[in-house]
């Protein structure tokens, strides 16, 4: 429910090709502007070498005319040129002395600044593990928001500000770290797309028949053997002497016999055939769900429940510091209530948060239900960090404010979570509170359960990066300077499972949040459990 117009004015061994295991990795754009700055370091840097060595040639080169027009004008005549003294004197300190000089500067090694930044500032550099997540970010976002190869190889994204293109030679790495976790749906996909490429006449490093050899092994996974004959056949066409593709199509030619001894229908056939030709990731109902309300489709708000949903100025149940400034709130859902409250935390205040967040930024963690510890998990993709409000006033501000607008005593919450959310950063589906076959998630802090979240967007995201509600068809989209609220638990003290949540994957731009989680300890007066179990 938006504010009205005066508010708004307020694999098979012998076939594979050479693979290697990697481990997932997450992006953060609040780290990932430290590389932007390091490599523009070593583009100073590098600048800095090409002028030397250009410095150094240009000496060369005057040394090399200057004996280019000496030598010309000695052999004309030898002799008479060796009969002046000087002539003489000069020719033996030249071959011994300065010869050995230009010998020097020949050698003299210019790289010396150059490589030494770049030794310092290697330690800062991604490494393999890193490349390979953030290809996985763009096979996320590729599937989570419907994107065809061409579309995300020609950077025809919404809202970017600095368009951008994928090469021939960057398709074909795409489709490698697909190869690698045994993603052949996505490998065909971008391998197709590398060739493609090529075939228009793009000029790349980036080898068709490198192409075709991962592309017919990925196709043959997917069950498309007559697919990955033919691919195989253009491939022994560039290459006869391709030892594995000849393997491969004597491989293929057996299956096909064997298939056709078998006295296999036409009939089935033609089903494998329609089958192989639209090759979908299989996905469970849940998931489908979760990336269509991350595109904005599947909602379930009627208009009927529409019209339950209100605007209001709200003072925190006749809260001291609300009543003559009461804040705006407007209901995002009714089943569970979710409601946003506008202007409620300032620029300067999102600025202090991300600034002592920013050192301590690491990999975000979750509870982990059989032992109760935090552990990384490879659903949840972003860094966070937690801050405490006894280290800085305005933290301590905000947890204030949190516990005034929303009735509960934030003693007993846990400390405020900073997320940052880079481009393919998300948090899957999940709960916040613990279910009954969790009685350790929370152990440790002895608070209890998750009663509630309080959720800060800080800062607006050009496309993606929504919440969404899987279980009630919800989206919620960020919007700088809001928070959005809902109880995780109904007073009796039983789960609200239509709380169950995601934040979607962040297609553009960058995604900054905090969040409170409070927890039931603290809370018995100020929420009084009800008789019935749901209520």
Request: charge should be negative; include cysteine.
């Amino acid at each position: 429910m938006a504010f009205n117009k005066v508010w708004c004015a307020l694999t098979l061994g012998f076939l594979l090709p050479f693979s290697c295991a990697h481990t997932d990795f997450f992006t953060s754009i609040g780290h990932m502007t430290d590389l932007i700055n390091t490599e523009k370091d070593l583009v100073v840097s590098l600048k800095d070498y090409i002028k030397a060595e250009e410095s150094k040639l240009e000496q060369i080169k005057k040394w090399a005319e200057k004996l280019d027009q000496l030598t010309a004008t000695a052999t004309k005549d030898p002799e008479g040129f060796l009969g002046h003294p000087v002539n003489a004197f000069k020719l033996m300190k030249r071959l011994n002395t300065e010869w050995g000089e230009l010998e020097s500067l020949v050698l003299k090694d210019m790289s010396d600044g150059f490589i030494s930044n770049m030794t310092i500032q290697r330690q800062f550099f991604p490494n393999d593990e890193d490349q390979t997540g953030a290809a996985k970010a763009l096979l996320r976002l590729q599937d989570t928001y419907n994107l065809d190869t061409d579309t995300l190889s020609r950077g025809n994204l919404p809202g970017v500000k600095h368009k951008s293109f994928l090469t021939a030679e960057d398709c074909f790495e795409l489709g490698k770290i697909a190869y690698t976790e045994a993603d052949y749906y996505h490998t065909e996909l971008w391998m197709e797309q590398a060739l493609k490429q090529l075939d228009e006449g793009e000029v790349s490093s980036a080898d068709k028949v490198y192409i075709l050899d991962y592309l017919s092994y990925a196709v043959y996974q997917q069950g498309d053997l007559g697919k990955a004959m033919a691919l195989t056949k253009r491939l022994l066409e560039l290459d006869p002497e391709h030892q594995r593709a000849n393997g491969n199509m004597k491989y293929f030619e057996y299956i096909m016999a064997k298939e056709k001894e078998g006295n296999k229908s036409s009939t089935d056939s033609e089903e494998q055939e329609k089958e192989t030709e639209v090759k979908k990731k299989d996905y469970l109902p849940e998931r489908r769900k979760y990336e269509m309300l991350c595109r904005g489709e599947g909602l379930k708000m009627t208009p009927q429940r529409q019209k339950r949903l209100f605007c209001r100025y709200y003072d925190g149940n006749r809260n001291p510091r609300y009543i003559l400034g009461p804040v705006k709130q407007e209901d995002e859902w009714d089943k569970p209530r979710i409601v946003r409250f506008l202007d409620i935390i300032s620029d300067e205040e999102i600025e202090t948060v991300k600034e002592l967040a920013k050192p301590r930024l690491s990999r975000a963690t979750v509870h982990d239900p059989e032992t109760g510890k935090l552990t990384t998990a490879h659903y949840r993709v972003s860094k966070s960090a937690w801050l405490s409000g006894y280290e800085s006033p305005v933290v301590s501000r905000i947890n204030t404010r949190i516990q005034d607008l929303t009735g509960l005593d934030v003693s007993t919450a846990e400390e405020l979570q900073v997320a940052n959310y880079g481009v393919g950063g998300q948090y899957e589906p999940h709960f916040d509170f613990a279910r009954k076959d969790e009685p350790d998630a929370f152990k440790e802090l002895g608070t209890g359960n998750r009663i509630a979240t309080w959720l800060f967007y800080m800062s607006d995201v050009s496309a993606g990066g929504a919440t969404v509600f899987p279980e009630v068809g919800a989206s919620v989209w960020p919007r700088k300077g809001t928070a959005v609220f809902w109880y995780n638990l109904f007073p009796s003290g039983e789960g609200d499972y239509s709380t169950r949540h995601a934040a979607c994957p962040v297609l553009v731009g960058n995604k900054w949040v905090s969040n409170k989680w409070l927890h039931e300890r603290g809370q018995e007066f100020r929420r009084p459990c009800t008789l019935s179990e749901l209520e």
